[in-house]
């Protein structure tokens, strides 16, 4: 460890492919980028980066511990799998030379053992160390330490801002910028997927519907990578159609059950909320009672708790509008359709997308979207439509015809991260960056053509 912590350091990669400058909200920005970092099965990965004033350094962490010794870092382990916390663990020990405190998460306290062997060296050298969430009776007593100089926290934006309030009530010198930068999250969001108006053949929208069924139906649509919102133009042909098939593959793919503790609860009081405002705004999928497999056997009947419920938002603008599923985190089997104006044919796409639906997406007040967004996109779009979208969106991960849990994980195999939007500040650009790119942007994945169909892992068809 102390010999990796004396190398001197490596000068940074400069992205100048492409770059130019674009004006938003907080001034005038560089673009530096795509470059791309990798490839995998028909998919391409790229990372944008951007600089405000022409600074091309790392982002490194801040030093915001009171005790004036060096800070320590504390890991509130994800419930959504359970490499994730090793991996961020390690990264802030190797490559940003601090000392971690992990506290694991009440769904995965088994890991505390193996844990203790994959960590072992580290720990018995003192640069990590873990605790079970029940040995900690109080959060906010665990994060005023002095010596706590960062939070990383998996979770919806409401316990981002309630770690940023524990933190600040025993910093009160600390300003709220000072106390944001001190947490870096893989924020639960609401993640949409936005299907670009034109022309698509049945296979085509084939398989668009089995990128969405895909992440709805794993693990009861309760993963952080799951879609929660299809977000389609209101006058797109094809959509009654889309919409019909979707419902139907739903109840075709088998679901494997939820481990997030609420997400049951969450769904029902979607449900009840959007009943409320008349008839077919919210209903739960009916399996048909004479389902068979390919065998020509019955197959089970969908448990309660797996069924999907499907919410009608309306269309953005209309006076029925309700934007209460796109404003809460389901982490469970709900997806909610919301529509917006226009849309009509193919060559209204780069209009509707630059002019409608990406301000739409961008509008955290709108949605509560900043981690990722699945652009859907027919093989006959022109591609400098699909660019311009691709660069206009303001999301940390962008995934072009794939589903985010395709995007998200290979790409911080690949050597990217979780990008880091100005607009919301999404990671801080601290996670991932094997590569020293300064100022991390976002990330983009491209996946293969919507009348490609690949095995993606082993006998699952996508």
Not at 206 to 217: G, W
Not at 403 to 421: D, E, N, T
Request: proline content about 7%; aromatic content about 8%.
């Amino acid at each position: 460890i102390s010999e990796f912590c004396d190398e001197e350091e490596t000068d940074v990669p400069l992205l100048v492919k492409n770059s130019r400058e674009e004006v938003t909200k907080d001034g005038k920005v560089k673009i530096f980028g795509p470059q791309t970092i990798g490839a995998y099965e028909g998919h391409q990965f790229e990372v944008w980066t951007a600089s405000n004033d022409g600074d091309d350094k790392v982002n490194s962490s801040p030093e915001v511990c009171t005790s004036g010794k060096k800070p320590v870092t504390v890991i509130i382990g994800t419930p959504s799998n359970s490499f994730e916390t090793a991996v961020h663990a390690l990264e802030r020990v190797l490559l940003h030379r601090e000392t971690v405190l992990i506290k694991h998460n009440s769904l995965r306290e088994y890991l505390y053992d193996p844990y203790y062997i994959i960590l072992g060296p580290l720990i018995r050298r003192g640069y990590v160390q873990q605790v079970l969430d029940k040995h900690v009776p109080s959060r906010t007593k665990f994060l005023s330490h002095p010596r706590v100089g960062r939070v990383h926290v998996a979770g919806t934006q409401q316990t981002i801002t309630s770690v940023a309030e524990e933190l600040a009530v025993s910093r009160p010198s600390l300003q709220s910028g000072d106390i944001h930068n001190m947490i870096s999250t893989d924020h639960t969001s609401v993640i949409p997927a936005v299907v670009s108006p034109g022309t698509y053949s049945e296979v085509e929208l084939k398989r668009m519907i089995d990128l969405i069924v895909m992440s709805k139906k794993s693990n009861g649509g309760c993963d952080p990578t799951a879609v929660q919102v299809v977000v389609l133009p209101q006058e797109w042909p094809l959509k009654a159609f889309f919409k019909e098939k979707l419902e139907l593959m739903l109840n075709v793919y088998p679901s494997t059950p939820s481990y997030c503790p609420g997400s049951i609860e969450r769904r029902d009081e979607l449900l009840e909320a959007y009943k409320l405002l008349g008839e077919g705004r919210a209903f739960l999928l009916e399996p048909e009672e004479s389902a068979k497999d390919s065998r020509g056997k019955e197959k089970p009947q969908v448990p309660m708790e797996q069924r999907i419920a499907i919410i009608d938002c309306g269309t953005f603008g209309e006076a029925d509008f309700n934007a209460t599923a796109l404003q809460t985190a389901a982490l469970g089997p709900v997806l909610a359709y919301v529509e917006l104006p226009g849309g009509k044919s193919f060559d209204d796409a780069n209009k509707w997308l630059q002019n409608i639906a990406i301000p739409f997406l961008n509008d955290k007040t709108q949605i509560l979207g900043s981690s990722s967004v699945v652009l859907a996109t027919p093989p006959s779009q022109l591609k400098n439509v699909t660019n311009a979208a691709v660069g206009s969106l303001e999301y940390v991960s962008i995934a072009v015809n794939t589903p985010p849990s395709i995007a998200l994980p290979y790409v911080s195999l690949m050597g990217g991260m979780r990008g880091s939007y100005p607009a919301y500040k999404q990671d801080n650009g601290f996670l991932g960056n094997v590569h020293g790119f300064p100022n991390v942007l976002k990330t983009v994945t491209y996946g293969p053509a919507l009348d490609y169909n690949p095995n993606y892992r082993g006998n699952m068809k996508v």
